[in-house]
């Protein structure tokens, strides 16, 4: 993650939960959906899906937007990219989908 986790400003999760638990409560089939992008820190999409879920709320949905193979996650300017792991990793991850 770059920058601030959106999660963490006061109230944003509890005003997603609660449209979330709305939602449910209403038999609605269009619940809360969640963009990520993979990136070489989290190549494992069950691992970032189950990371939403407990963090969000178990029935959140998530969607995978791409990758994206270079990536600067503090601020430092340093890039990082894609290994061989991280590739044998998010290709194990997409297999067991």
């Not at 993979?38 to 791409?66: C, Y």
């Amino acid at each position: 993650m770059r920058g601030e986790d959106p999660f963490d400003k006061p109230g944003v999760l509890d005003q997603i939960r609660r449209l979330l638990i709305e939602r449910i409560e209403n038999g609605s089939k269009a619940h809360i959906c969640i963009s990520s992008v993979i990136t070489p820190r989290n190549t494992d999409i069950d691992e970032l899906v189950k990371w939403f879920q407990s963090r969000v709320h178990p029935a959140v949905f998530v969607n995978i937007e791409g990758v994206v193979s270079h990536y600067e996650f503090d601020g430092s300017g340093e890039i990082r990219h894609f290994t061989a792991e991280d590739y044998q990793r998010l290709e194990h991850s997409i297999k067991r989908i």
